[in-house]
């Protein structure tokens, strides 16, 4: 029988992905772009899962270019682009460019006769095309000084939505707050086009002031009058959505939003993600499961899963950490850094089960619809 849940974004489906980057240099910068991309593409190449990179001049206009790239799939992109090495290595490209889009696709068919060491076909990859609604989600994590959760807190819950509509085709849908000590987590849902949303959002004048008035508590320095220092403190805060799954049965009238912290052992984040995403799969198939909708966010060892579930969270913890089914409690215990949490030993126990949902439940800071 086919799944009933509607898997709209997923790293996870085993296809090989598509990266296509797309520049506008700033004039006379290309020799500088093209001494940066030949330091960039060689480490690239030395990236496991990278399969190949193509780098491409417009030929109507020469300020235009285009960079792709072929990974065996998902995951390892997203550990090189996320990682410290990577910010690092792209900053002599910043002051040749003008403008950047970056678009990630899963390989679903294709013609031709492709190298063979790339045609082997994963038996999990991705077969059908995923169904969604034509939503992107996003999320941004940082740290703030200790002591001044209640200031941020504050500031963050204070500041009076944007306007929802951004042009014809683009829609402010959803941002939702939470903040676990003193990490901060804004996701937002957007109903067309991602970037250009983002970039409505962060020329609001009212957005620019809750930005400006958090700058002084954040652990790791910003000036947002400089592009250069803003560009690295969004490419670091970035926390990419790597599954999300509706169930595809009417929406329950009491759901609540939560967001739950689990921070993986080192070098385990995208195993996290993937132990999560396969239970979430199988919650939206069962029609006794609380948990409505989810969204699995990771970066590194930051794993912040969102859900929408029927009645209140404790009622069902299991369900509601996604422990449901044989042997999942104990490989979730040997993904997690429980001394980070605060929870250490068994999973099996009800005891530890409760005190993990107590601890990983953020703190609910806002969640609301930006106005119309």
Same mark, same amino acid.
Not at 106 to 134: F, H, I, K, N
Not at 257 to 274: S, V
Not at 333 to 355: K, P, Q
């Given at each position: 029988?086919?799944?009933?849940?509607?898997?709209?974004?997923?790293?996870?489906?085993?296809?090989?992905?598509?990266?296509?980057?797309?520049?506008?240099?700033?004039?006379?910068?290309?020799?500088?772009?093209?001494?940066?991309?030949?330091?960039?593409?060689?480490?690239?190449?030395?990236?496991?899962?990278?399969?190949?990179?193509?780098?491409?001049?417009?030929?109507?206009?020469?300020?235009?270019?285009?960079?792709?790239?072929?990974?065996?799939?998902?995951?390892?992109?997203?550990?090189?682009?996320?990682?410290?090495?990577?910010?690092?290595?792209?900053?002599?490209?910043?002051?040749?460019?003008?403008?950047?889009?970056?678009?990630?696709?899963?390989?679903?068919?294709?013609?031709?006769?492709?190298?063979?060491?790339?045609?082997?076909?994963?038996?999990?990859?991705?077969?059908?095309?995923?169904?969604?609604?034509?939503?992107?989600?996003?999320?941004?994590?940082?740290?703030?000084?200790?002591?001044?959760?209640?200031?941020?807190?504050?500031?963050?819950?204070?500041?009076?939505?944007?306007?929802?509509?951004?042009?014809?085709?683009?829609?402010?849908?959803?941002?939702?707050?939470?903040?676990?000590?003193?990490?901060?987590? !804004? #996701?937002? /849902?957007? %109903?067309?086009? *991602?970037?250009? =949303?983002?970039?409505? @959002?962060?020329?609001?004048? $009212?957005?620019?002031?809750?930005?400006?008035?958090?700058?002084?508590?954040?652990?790791?320095?910003?000036?947002?009058?400089?592009?250069?220092?803003?560009?690295?403190?969004?490419?670091?805060?970035?926390?990419?959505?790597?599954?999300?799954?509706?169930?595809?049965?009417?929406?329950?009238?009491?759901?609540?939003?939560?967001?739950?912290?689990?921070?993986?052992?080192?070098?385990?984040?995208?195993?996290?993600?993937?132990?999560?995403?396969?239970?979430?799969?199988?919650?939206?198939?069962?029609?006794?499961?609380?948990?409505?909708?989810?969204?699995?966010?990771?970066?590194?060892?930051?794993?912040?899963?969102?859900?929408?579930?029927?009645?209140?969270?404790?009622?069902?913890?299991?369900?509601?950490?996604?422990?449901?089914?044989?042997? !999942? #409690?104990? /490989?979730? %215990?040997?993904? *997690?850094?429980? =001394?980070?949490?605060? @929870?250490?030993?068994?999973? $099996?126990?009800?005891?530890?089960?409760?005190?993990?949902?107590?601890?990983?439940?953020?703190?609910?800071?806002?969640?609301?619809?930006?106005?119309?």
């Amino acid at each position: 029988m086919a799944p009933s849940g509607r898997i709209s974004q997923s790293v996870f489906d085993g296809s090989r992905l598509r990266v296509i980057l797309l520049l506008d240099l700033y004039e006379g910068a290309q020799q500088q772009f093209l001494d940066a991309y030949e330091v960039m593409h060689k480490q690239v190449a030395s990236i496991p899962g990278h399969i190949s990179d193509q780098l491409c001049q417009s030929i109507e206009n020469p300020s235009q270019w285009l960079i792709t790239s072929e990974w065996e799939s998902a995951p390892p992109f997203l550990a090189w682009v996320n990682s410290e090495e990577h910010v690092e290595i792209v900053k002599p490209m910043h002051s040749c460019v003008r403008d950047t889009r970056s678009m990630r696709y899963s390989v679903l068919r294709e013609t031709g006769a492709p190298q063979a060491a790339v045609t082997t076909t994963p038996a999990d990859a991705q077969l059908r095309a995923r169904v969604g609604e034509g939503v992107a989600r996003h999320a941004l994590t940082f740290t703030v000084k200790p002591g001044s959760e209640s200031k941020v807190a504050e500031i963050l819950a204070g500041y009076e939505s944007p306007r929802a509509q951004v042009d014809e085709t683009t829609r402010l849908r959803r941002t939702s707050l939470f903040m676990h000590g003193n990490r901060v987590v !804004r #996701a937002v /849902e957007v %109903e067309g086009d *991602l970037l250009v =949303a983002l970039r409505h @959002v962060a020329r609001q004048p $009212e957005v620019r002031a809750v930005e400006e008035a958090i700058n002084p508590y954040l652990e790791q320095d910003r000036d947002l009058t400089d592009p250069e220092s803003a560009r690295v403190f969004f490419t670091r805060a970035a926390l990419p959505a790597v599954h999300h799954v509706t169930a595809d049965r009417p929406a329950p009238a009491d759901l609540k939003r939560h967001a739950l912290y689990y921070p993986a052992k080192q070098g385990l984040g995208m195993d996290l993600a993937r132990l999560l995403a396969d239970q979430d799969r199988a919650a939206a198939d069962d029609p006794e499961s609380p948990v409505h909708a989810s969204t699995v966010f990771q970066r590194d060892d930051i794993v912040v899963r969102l859900v929408d579930v029927a009645g209140e969270l404790d009622l069902d913890p299991v369900a509601s950490l996604g422990l449901r089914g044989a042997g !999942r #409690a104990a /490989e979730l %215990e040997r993904l *997690l850094d429980g =001394a980070a949490i605060g @929870v250490e030993g068994s999973l $099996e126990t009800e005891r530890n089960v409760n005190r993990l949902l107590s601890h990983a439940d953020m703190l609910p800071v806002t969640d609301r619809s930006a106005q119309s």
